[in-house]
């Protein structure tokens, strides 16, 4: 497991960025024109090079910042009580408190 997180997130957004790459160049590489492309936007929508490049970028951005938000902007909870029936455990867990879980 990846300690530093900025190790993590800068590894995990590299990685994205070149698998969305290569599947640009060997989508380009084996149907240029996009006649024998099987993606649904394609087929559906008549979407060209321009479209699925623009969609690469939205898809990376946001996985970029759903990888930012889990990193950065979560809190870790601990709960302690080891006496907690299974209901007051998921009260703790999502509402920090014992509570009634319906």
């Known amino acids: ?3 530093n997180k900025y190790v993590e997130f800068t590894s995990l957004l590299i990685a994205v ?3 969305r790459v ?3 160049i060997g ?3 084996y149907t240029p024109d996009l006649a024998k492309e099987a993606n649904s936007l394609v087929l559906l929508f ?3 090079w321009i479209h699925l490049f623009v969609i690469q970028i939205i898809g990376i951005a946001l ?4 990888n930012y938000v889990s ?3 979560t809190k870790v909870t601990i709960i302690e009580s080891k006496e907690l029936t299974f209901n007051e455990f998921l009260s703790m867990l999502y509402l920090n408190k014992v509570a009634a879980w319906k």
């Open 1 to 3: 497991m990846i300690k």
């Open 17 to 19: 960025i070149l698998t």
């Open 22 to 24: 290569t599947d640009l």
């Open 27 to 29: 989508t380009y590489y």
């Open 46 to 48: 008549g979407y060209g």
């Open 63 to 66: 996985i970029g910042i759903i």
């Open 71 to 73: 990193l950065y902007k």
